[in-house]
Every structure is written in structure tokens, then in C-alpha cells.
């Protein structure tokens, strides 16, 4: 079965340093892979979404992230965090069922708290 | 462009009682999935619809139910209430589908449904 593991739920950083969030999935094909956002009491925005091309993505708010095949992770990445960053992070594949788009698996998230 | 707008933003229900949220999409997307979310369970995917199809369908139980109307906007009931469905009800609208091609889902804020 397909599934989504992010290996860490509690992160803490320090402002200013560097950031990596783990996701590994389970597909048999090439999966659509997202990283989404949550802010306390708050819906999930898209970070950034890999589809095919070119492995290294790039997303909103200074966020990348890099698909690698192999290992059959998502990492997302950040080289400097800033104090507004503090939320959860949600790794997901998107399904592709022949005409229908399928529906997403979730990690169950990175909660990142970030020290000043 | 507004975005995904749910109403309302709490309830309160009782159980053996049934509630209905709504969902209203971005303008110009046509299909429409529902998630729940859960600190134990996390992002649990439960229907999607698309031009007023049900296209797809997570593994809940009946008393889960959902529709979607001509102008996309969308409904979901369930039926006689129990303490485990105390959770956060997330919509998700997208152009084609859930998760795949260029139509990345854009999440509401939620509807977060207590049950006693």
C-alpha cells in the first residue's frame, strides 16, 4: 500500500539556521510529491510540488525541495529559518488513478518550532 | 481570487446527532475533496468530487456522506454522530483533481466539529 512517512514529528531550530524535513514514500510509480504547510488553526498551503523534470524544486517563502528516486524521498529544505516559520509540515504523494487524479496520503507531519 | 471559504468554523454537536459543513471552491475549479484530520489519525483523505460525480472515496463509513452542486460547491453530512468524529474537516478545491498535473489542491481553514 502506499504511504508517506516523515521520520521526525518535533523539530527544533535555531533562527537563522539551516533546515531539512524528511519524507519517504511508498509507490510503485513515479509519485506527484507536495510539501504543504499549516499554521495553528489554519488550512494547508502549498509549498511546492514535484510532477517530473527537473529534481530540484523550488517553492514559496525560500523553500526547496529535491526528489531523489533512489531512496524514494522528498526532503524539504531551507538554508536560514525565520521565526515566522514555526509550524507543521506536511509531506504528501499525490495518486494517479488512469483518468481520475486519485486523492492525497499525508504524512503525519513535522511539527517545527523555531528558538530565537 | 478568494479562496476556499468553509463554513461554519466550529460546531458543536451532540452525539447521534448529524451535521452538514460546506465547502465553497475557488472560482473556476471543479473538483472538490474533503480530508479529516485528527491528532491520532492525522490527514485522512474521504471524497472527492468532481462535476458533481463522486470520483473518489476514502475508507469511512457510510455515514459519511457528500455532494456537490452545479456551481461546485460542495457539502458533506454525517450521519449519527460519534466522539470519534470530533475532528478538523478540511476542503480542498482544485481544477481537475485531487493532487495530480497542474491542479495542486488549495485547502480551506477548516471546520473543526467537536462532538459530546
Known amino acids: 500500500a502506499q504511504s508517506v512517512t ?7 531550530v535555531s533562527e537563522g539556521a539551516s533546515l531539512e524535513l524528511r519524507c519517504n514514500y511508498s509507490y510503485g510509480a513515479t509519485p506527484y510529491l507536495f510539501w504543504y504547510v499549516q499554521s495553528p488553526g489554519q488550512g494547508l498551503q502549498l509549498l511546492l510540488k514535484y510532477f517530473s523534470g527537473d529534481t530540484l524544486v523550488q517553492g514559496i517563502k525560500g523553500f526547496e525541495a529535491e526528489f531523489k528516486r533512489s531512496q524514494s524521498s522528498f526532503n524539504l529544505r531551507k538554508p536560514s529559518v525565520h521565526w515566522s516559520d514555526a509550524a507543521e509540515y506536511f509531506c504528501a504523494v499525490g495518486l494517479n488513478y488512469g483518468g481520475s487524479q486519485g486523492n492525497l ?3 503525519k507531519g513535522t511539527k517545527l518550532s523555531v528558538k530565537p | ?12 454537536k451532540t452525539r447521534g446527532q448529524q451535521v452538514t459543513l460546506s465547502c465553497s471552491p475557488i472560482s473556476g475549479h471543479r473538483s472538490v475533496s474533503w480530508y ?11 471524497f472527492e468530487y468532481f462535476s458533481e460525480t463522486q470520483r473518489n472515496k ?6 459519511f456522506s457528500g455532494r456537490q452542486f452545479s456551481n ?9 454522530l460519534e466522539l470519534g468524529d ?3 474537516y478540511l476542503c480542498a478545491s482544485s481544477l ?6 497542474n491542479s495542486p489542491l488549495h485547502f480551506g481553514n477548516g471546520t473543526r466539529l467537536t462532538v459530546t
Open chain 2, 1 to 12: 481570487k478568494a479562496g476556499v471559504t468553509q463554513t461554519p468554523r466550529y460546531l458543536i
Open chain 2, 72 to 80: 461546485s460547491r460542495s457539502e458533506m453530512n454525517v450521519s449519527t
Open chain 2, 96 to 101: 481537475m483533481g485531487t493532487g495530480g498535473g
Open chain 1, 6 to 12: 516523515q521520520p521526525d514529528i518535533h523539530i527544533t
Open chain 1, 105 to 107: 496520503i499525508f504524512g
Open chain 2, 86 to 88: 470530533s475532528a478538523l
Open chain 2, 36 to 46: 479529516q484530520q485528527t491528532p491520532g489519525q492525522g490527514l485522512q483523505f474521504l
Open chain 2, 58 to 63: 476514502g475508507n469511512f463509513p457510510g455515514r
